[in-house]
């Protein structure tokens, strides 16, 4: 992407509502959550019935914002894209169905990547502390919904929250002390050191692998279960190079959260290659 169209999708600093875009976000990952329970507990109708969505030639078996609506247009086509979604995601709403929840969890993932790029990584570039301040706030809402309301649906407990004393590493402690080769089920790990940070320093290894996250006694375990990477980017924002990793976690019943370059060396640090 050139620099000029690069530039077309920025917005002023004073135009920048912090909560109203984590409540967007935190909706659609509330609603991809809920809707993936319900499925889940039958898969058999589930598979049949995105099938049958899929075979819609008009439907494309996608998420990727440049195959739902493109690439490199202007931002109020993007804008446009989402009205007509949000609109058709408020027909389905409350879902009457199973089909129902399986159109309703397509155009939702859809449009949550759509508004990631456009709307919160692209259109933030240029505050960092404000686009760090909605990741901050709509994590929150996602886990408080996690704790509370979820629950609710799934009849299952609330994931298992972190100890209080249980803080993750500052990252000069995590560069000095490199992780045990051995895994809180006491199997051998799958990934080294050195290839943790080949990991990290070459993401698209990442793709199309599947971890399990078992992190010790004393060592956050909100995300403990198996992740995966769903994509990765790489953009400049104030003089710096930012990573953006998007990973999916099973503790958050396969929602997908970006992630810093910190938090996923932090997850391969404990974690084995399952697939």
Known sequence: MSYAIFEQYKIPRSQ??????????????????EDSEILSRDPTARDALIAELYA????????????????????AKYDEYLEQVDAAIERYTPPRSLRDRVLRYHLV???????????FFYALNDHRDLGDQVFKRY??????????????????????????????????????????PISAYGMTKDTSTLEDSEYLDSPHKLLLKKFQHSPPPGQEQEYKGRWEM???????????????????????????????RDEVAFLLSHSTVVA
């Open 56 to 75: 819609n030639p008009e439907v494309k078996p996608t998420f990727m914002p440049s195959d739902v609506v493109g690439d490199n247009l202007p931002l």
């Open 139 to 180: 994590r929150k809402l996602f886990k408080d919904w996690m704790h509370t309301e979820f629950p609710l649906i799934s009849g299952r407990p609330a994931p298992q929250a972190a100890p209080t004393q249980a803080k993750r590493p500052p990252r000069a402690q995590q560069t000095s002390t490199p992780p045990t």
């Open 230 to 260: 769903e994509s990765y980017s790489t953009r400049v924002q104030n003089g710096h190079i930012v990573h953006e990793y998007v990973i999916a976690l099973e503790a958050l019943n396969g929602a997908a959260l970006p992630m810093s």
């Open 16 to 33: 920048v509502d912090v909560e109203a875009l984590a409540q967007v976000m935190f909706r659609y990952l509330r609603l991809t959550a």
């Open 109 to 119: 993932a859809a449009a949550l990547n759509v508004f990631r790029q456009y709307k």
